[in-house]
């Protein structure tokens, strides 16, 4: 228990600044203590919010600081990378802390890391930038000229959801020691030697430009002007503190000994206490699974248990030592030993590259790795094949304990005692004949958690193939690592060969049994990788005999491995993407002062990098403020019977609750409440909110809510059982042209099909945020909110509370990623919290939760379509006939408009005469689906291009053949009879075919493949038609307000909003042209409801478009104004006609206007005008799979984009690669996961996997299609916000081309169903072979699944 005696004072370094904090609180974390406004004796006044909150449990590396040691054992100072979320304040003594404010800064100096990632276009909305920054920073402090190598591993655990991350690693490959100045020199070609390519229609080579950033300005990396470590902290390390020192909580005590003794002397006071090193597994439990301890045991300063011991048999490792410290200390040995010996360092090695990001490394002891015994360890299946030895310590005496199967499992007589500690860890040398081996496969290839992981061994009896000792363990199969010791022991004697690989595979089978409904699911995929990884060990054994002395005897010789099977032995590289991005220079007589159509960096993007750009959390407390938090509700479709308030009101700090009953005006809409009256239709519908003095207060009070439901019938969760109930949000949507049914009875063939595309979590890095400051005059509301569209929360607070709009304003500075997500959701939130504000009288802010926020706002819709399409045998289609479902969720929202894009936008680049779309928008008890980049085209399209595979496959051509075939060639109508010319489409296709070299690379991956059986590369390229902007025509205005001070400055507002995809910059480009004046001279705020009224929310594209035209109004307005005193004085400089124009009482301040698009579209008649123009685009992917893992690789991309006269290319690139990299996410790896009872699993970056820096293609190029005029738009720009999406399919259909040719290969029906995204999962499932084969099936009517699909 905590006693109640005084704390110890804490003592650590922030950025150079001593911190003495005398009642640290062993809960508070780092990330915490940073942001908010603690007591720092010395630092009072600093509120550190560069370090951002995004998932708290260290998943995602927004929180990113560097943590510096002095390491007792080498005497060297450690710098480290770590996620702040996760480092209690407590662990820091004697720390120096960096954040991205200590790194450099605006005001003084820029670190050339800010300055690099800022000016080479790697920040968008920002929000993950400082993370990155502190990422590479740390690095070029270990390493001050990396190999990429390095740098890739350093980025790992850093997620971007903006970027696409090829800047930002362009950033980071500035500072390599080989990075050169072409980004594809080392691979052979260089850019600069490709100027046959260029002169295709891109243009002449010297109007084409490679590069988005200047090197040559950067200033160089001078580590001498680096903060050094605190000398305070150096003599404090030196002349150590032997004291334990003792922290004590509200509810918890930290308790850190100084030496041993006391140690395990205090094991014994608390036998219970944990030991908290890494806090990488105490710390999520304590967080999302409501584990606590009242006292924790810190041994951080125990040098014993960080020691390292060399013997002639093995290697023994501290348990302190970090998982980064055990990979350097085992790469050491492994370059100092003869390779028999390492056989389980390397294979530890191979994991430990892969486990979790690099921050995570840094944390997590091997101690805790160990002990904590997560089902899906990397380690703890190769430590225990490998005969690991666990050493203990107690007052006792020290005790040797094997890390085996009895150990794995937890049991009692095989585990530390209470009173134990782990002191260190020995792992034994391999010996000759010995041969020991790791295998994982995760979702991804970094930052996530295996499916299910391996560690194998075998020793043979010398000389022979005869197996004399064999250990299995398995991580993912169970709760804790599985060891398959019967079936190892029924395989001693047997021999290395095909006939024990058909045994070992069944007794596995046997032995580690799952049942159908095991937690986690992908059941059958599970059993399959069991003896798929067994397999690829079989080859590797067999490859390794090959290089040991032939067998003595005649009757042992090893088996051959044919050369098509070796493939199955390489492991995919990480590879740093290299590529080429082109575009059009711009005009040589344009003025130079002129921004438009140059590659100009992000106005924001040097503050992103110092951490000085504020979001709306980074807003300091205001006076009186409080803290909310959402109860939510547990049951996908119920009654409410009681909310019994009573005990969360008791609690200290709470202040209240709000219900409902609180609601002054309009509570939502009707099949849409803010706050569940009676009935809830979802998991995570909003019942009530909690406000308290803190967010901790408010957290622990919904915990005390107690809510009774009675369950109703039907729970609709599947778009199956939402057709099977009728259970629709809205009236079917049909387009039809020509005659369909006519036309299949004129076919040569038929293919019908089936088409599931999950659904999508916009995983915007700064989760949904508002803050609402009542004011005490007039009901007047101040909100500041992240959101993309701010007039639709102010609207919606006004008729929450009941008051006229005209006393709510609300503010965006900056959003971190909307995606769509931020469109309509902004306004649940701040209605929930101003009715809180109104009600208390107090300030409140809400910030939810990754966890929260995934659960509550819903994402993309889940697709389920049909398809029957008729065509010749030449491959010409004649009909096609689509039929769609969405799940849409409980609540309308937009699923009526996702529905009709969908419908609008599904004929994509082709023409076919005779077609029949239809769509409907599902209802079901799960959170209602909103807005999400690319508006249900993404999802639809892929039901298209789906019908084009199987349509090649049946004509057995080649699928761009079909495409070509079908696509529209001519000036002609779409199918909503909007006229349309096809010119552009065609040439990004033969572009994107011309530079991917398509031709050449296909007679080359089928040559790979006739090679390979085990690893099969497929290539595909998917043309686009993407029609930009809102089907109705109030959406298409937008208005700006200029003023000119009477120093010259300019402020620029205008109703869009940046969401990080740089559309204040280009608005700033727009109005220095039409101004003629440098963008210096202008500031953009904020976007305010009071500035700009009646917005438009910023999304379809047209942001930029739109207010851009608005911008231009008003700037040519003020112009006019100005041009009399101009003509007067045209020598004058900008100042002088300012100051001539207000001596003249010239009004210096305009409203800039513009009408757009008039968008119709009359769905009876089917015809209408709904969109201003398209966008074009190609994309060609290659990918490789692993066909007994289902893992790929992603070789190359090649994009060609219509950007017609980009306003700004580096901006357009980055929302192409970004939107790219987060399709390429939908289709392969983001997937989430409902229980048939409706709750998400998949809540955080955990569960759910975005791309990480290592899913970036190899070799990644994208061109801009100079083009021709577009009347429409600014200055004949495009909006490319959304349609790089859709591209990311080309990944998707690669993966598919290589399915289908191992699926040919092996005898197995082609045509099967398409499912995106396309994981490892679906991959190795569809790749059957003998192993699929042999795993036992189970007939899903007789369990209830973990999880069902939803699509
Ligand atoms: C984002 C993230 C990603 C991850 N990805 C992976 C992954 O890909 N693969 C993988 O295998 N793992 C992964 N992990 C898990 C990670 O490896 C473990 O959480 C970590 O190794 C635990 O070490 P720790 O020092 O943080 O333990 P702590 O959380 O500090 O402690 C864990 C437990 O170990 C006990 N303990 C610690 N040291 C001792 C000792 N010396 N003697 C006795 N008991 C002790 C403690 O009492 C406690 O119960 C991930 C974790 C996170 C947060
Ligand atoms: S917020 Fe710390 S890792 Fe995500
Ligand atoms: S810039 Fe990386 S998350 Fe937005």
């Not at 590396?61 to 080498?74: F, N, R």
């Not at 903006?162 to 691979?187: D, H, M």
């Not at 369950?711 to 109930?725: N, R, Y």
């Not at 530079?995 to 007679?1003: G, L, N, P």
Request: glycine share 8%; aromatic share 8%; charged share 25%.
């Amino acid at each position: 228990m905590p006693c109640p005696s005084r704390s110890d004072e804490l003592i650590f370094f922030v950025n150079g600044r001593k911190v003495l904090e005398r009642n640290a609180d062993p809960e508070v974390t780092l990330l915490t203590f940073l942001r908010k406004n603690w007591t720092l004796l010395i630092m009072s006044s600093l509120r550190l919010t560069g370090t951002k909150y995004a998932c708290g449990r260290g998943g995602c590396g927004a929180c990113t600081v560097m943590v510096s040691k002095h390491d007792p054992v080498s005497g060297k100072i450690r710098h480290s990378s770590v996620t702040a979320c996760l480092v209690p304040i407590c662990s820091l003594y004697g720390a120096a802390v960096t954040t991205v404010e200590g790194v450099g800064s605006i005001n003084t100096r820029l670190h050339p890391v800010q300055e690099r990632i800022a000016k080479s276009h790697g920040t968008q909305c920002g929000f993950c930038t400082p993370g990155m920054v502190m990422s590479m920073y740390t690095l070029l402090r270990n390493h001050p000229h990396p190999s990429e190598e390095q740098l890739m591993e350093a980025l790992g655990g850093n997620l971007c959801r903006c970027t696409g991350y090829r800047p930002i690693l362009a950033s980071g490959q500035t500072f390599c020691a080989e990075s050169s100045g072409c980004q594809q020199k080392g691979r052979g070609t260089c850019c600069l030697d490709q100027g046959e390519n260029d002169s295709s229609s891109l243009g002449r080579q010297s109007d084409i430009c490679m590069e988005l950033f200047a090197k040559e300005e950067f200033q160089p990396l001078d580590p001498t002007q680096e903060l050094i470590f605190p000398p305070e902290l150096l003599r404090m390390a030196e002349n150590p503190e032997k004291r334990t020192l003792t922290f004590h909580g509200e509810r918890v005590t930290w308790i850190s000994p100084g030496t041993l003794k006391d140690l395990l002397e205090l094991k014994v006071k608390h036998p219970k206490a944990p030991l908290i090193l890494g806090n990488t597994s105490l710390g999520p439990a304590m967080k999302s699974q409501g584990h606590f301890h009242p006292v924790l045991l810190s041994p951080a300063r125990i040098s014993e248990l960080s020691m390292v011991s060399k013997t002639s048999d093995g290697l023994t490792i501290g348990a302190s030592c970090s998982l980064a410290q055990v990979k350097d200390i085992l790469a050491e040995r492994v370059s100092e030993l003869p390779e028999e010996k390492t056989q389980t360092y390397r294979a530890l090695l191979r994991h430990l590259k892969s486990l979790a990001g690099q921050q995570i490394r840094n944390m997590a002891s091997l101690g805790g790795h160990i002990v904590s015994r997560h089902c899906s360890s990397d380690l703890n299946p190769v430590l225990a094949v490998g005969n690991t030895t666990l050493n203990l310590i107690s007052e006792e005496g020290t005790r040797k304990i094997p890390l085996n199967r009895e150990f794995l499992a937890g049991l009692a007589s095989a585990d530390l005692k209470p009173e134990e500690i782990l002191e260190s860890v020995y792992i034994p040398h391999s010996q000759k004949w010995e041969f020991v081996s790791a295998f994982r496969q995760a979702q991804c290839q970094q930052n996530a958690l295996a499916h299910v992981n391996a560690g194998m061994r075998v020793l043979l009896k010398e000389g022979t193939d005869a197996i004399e000792d064999l250990s299995i363990a398995y991580g993912g199969v169970g709760d804790a690592t599985v060891s398959a010791h019967k079936s190892c022991q029924q395989l001693l004697g047997w021999r290395w060969n095909e006939l024990m690989l058909d045994e070992a595979c069944r007794l596995l089978l046997d032995e580690v049994s799952l049942p159908g409904w095991a937690p986690g699911g992908s059941v059958e995929f599970k059993r399959t990788l069991l003896v798929s990884f067994f397999f690829k060990f079989y080859l590797e054994v067999l490859q390794e005999l090959k290089r040991l002395p032939p067998p003595q005897t005649d009757s042992h010789h090893f088996p051959e491995i044919s050369d098509q099977f070796l493939s199955a032995l390489e492991d995919f590289p990480a590879t740093v993407p290299q590529g080429v991005q082109r575009y059009q220079n711009v005009d040589s007589h344009q003025p130079l002062q002129d921004p438009v159509g140059r590659p100009i960096m992000h106005l924001s993007g040097l503050k992103h990098a110092t951490g000085e750009a504020i979001f709306c959390d980074d807003i300091p407390t205001v006076d009186k403020e409080l803290s909310m938090a959402l109860v939510t509700s547990t049951r996908a479709h119920a009654k409410i019977i009681s909310v019994d308030l009573s005990k969360a009101l008791e609690l200290p700090g709470v202040v209240d609750v709000i219900t409902a009953e609180d609601i002054p005006g309009t509570n939502g809409a009707e099949d849409d409440k803010l706050l569940a009256v009676d009935e809830v239709l979802c998991v995570g519908q909003i019942i009530c909110a909690v406000v308290a003095e803190t967010d901790v207060q408010a957290k622990r009070a919904i915990e005390k809510i107690k809510i009774t439901y009675e369950d109703l019938e039907p729970v609709i969760l599947t778009i199956k059982d939402a057709i099977k109930h009728n259970s629709f949000l809205c009236p079917e949507k049909k387009l039809e042209q020509g005659n369909i049914e006519e036309a299949f009875e004129k076919v040569d063939q038929i293919v019908e099909g089936e088409v599931h595309v999950g659904g999508q979590e916009h995983f915007y890095m700064e989760t949904q945020r508002v803050l609402v400051i009542p004011k005490t005059e007039d009901k007047e509301l101040d909100i500041y909110v992240s959101a993309q569209d701010p007039a639709h929360v102010q609207k919606t607070v006004s008729s929450t509370l009941n008051i006229p709009i005209n006393r709510i304003t609300c503010h965006v500075k900056r959003v971190g990623g909307g995606f769509g997500g931020k469109v309509g959701r902004p306004a649940v939130f701040g209605a929930i919290a101003a009715v809180g504000a109104i009600k208390t009288g107090y300030p409140i802010r809400l910030v939810l939760d990754r966890e929260d926020d995934m659960l509550i706002t819903g994402g993309r819709h889940p697709l389920f379509g049909k398809y029957k399409v008729g065509f010749m045998n030449s491959g010409r289609i004649r009909a096609l006939d689509i039929e769609c479902f969405i799940n849409g969720g409980c609540a309308l929202d937009d699923s009526e408009q996702v529905t009709e894009f969908l419908i609008l936008k599904l004929e994509n680049a082709y023409k076919i005469r005779n077609l029949r779309f239809r769509g409907r928008a599902c209802m079901t008890n799960l959170p209602s689906n909103t807005a999400f980049r690319g508006f249900g085209f993404p999802q639809g399209t892929l039901v298209t291009e789906s019908c084009i595979t199987a349509v090649a496959a049946k004509c057995g051509l080649l699928p761009e053949k079909i495409r070509e075939k079908n696509m529209y060639k001519t000036v002609d109508k779409t199918i909503y009879k909007q006229a349309f010319n096809p010119e552009t489409l065609i040439r990004c296709w033969n572009e994107c075919l011309d530079k991917s070299s398509f031709h050449s690379r296909r007679r080359q991956v089928e040559e790979f493949n006739k090679k390979n059986y085990w690893k099969k590369k497929g290539l595909a390229v998917v043309p686009m038609k993407f029609s930009v902007g809102f089907a109705a025509t109030s959406f298409h205005q937008a208005a700006a307000l200029i003023h000119i001070y009477t120093d010259g400055s300019v402020l620029v507002t205008h109703g869009g909003n940046e969401l990080g995809q740089g559309i204040h910059t280009k608005m700033l480009q727009v109005a220095s042209r039409e101004l003629k004046i440098p963008m210096s001279y202008m500031h953009i705020c904020e976007t305010s409801t009071a500035t700009v009224p009646n917005t438009i929310a910023t999304a379809a594209s047209i942001g930029s478009d739109v207010n851009g035209r608005a911008v231009q109004n008003a700037c040519q307005i003020l112009l006019k104004r100005l041009e009399p005193i101009i003509k007067k004085n045209p020598e004058g400089t900008w100042e002088d006609w300012i100051e001539a124009a207000f001596e003249r009482r010239i009004s210096l301040s305009a409203t800039g206007y513009f009408r757009g698009y008039k968008a119709f579209m009359d769905w009876e008649k089917g015809e209408g005008d709904p969109f201003p123009y398209y966008v074009y685009g190609a994309a060609c992917s290659e990918v490789e799979i692993d066909c007994l893992t289902g893992a790929h690789r992603k070789i190359r991309t090649d994009i060609v984009m219509d950007a017609c006269c980009s306003l700004n290319p580096a901006i357009d690139i980055g929302q192409i690669e970004g939107s790219f990299i987060q399709g390429m996410g939908l289709y392969t790896t983001e997937e989430l996961k409902y229980s048939p009872e409706g709750v998400l699993y998949s809540r955080g970056p955990d569960e759910y996997k975005i791309p990480t820096i290592t899913d970036v293609p190899e070799e990644f190029n994208v061109s801009l299609l100079p083009s021709s005029q577009t009347p429409l738009t600014i200055y004949s720009s495009k909006g490319l916000g959304e349609s790089g999406m859709f591209l990311g399919s080309s990944v998707f259909f690669a993966i598919a081309d290589a399915v289908a040719t191992a699926r040919r290969e092996r005898d197995v029906a082609e045509d099967f169903t398409v499912r995106s995204p396309a994981t490892p999962e679906w991959v190795r499932m569809a790749c059957a072979d003998r192993f699929t084969e042999m795993i036992p099936r189970d007939d899903p009517k007789i369990f209830k699944p973990w999880s069902v699909p939803i699509a």
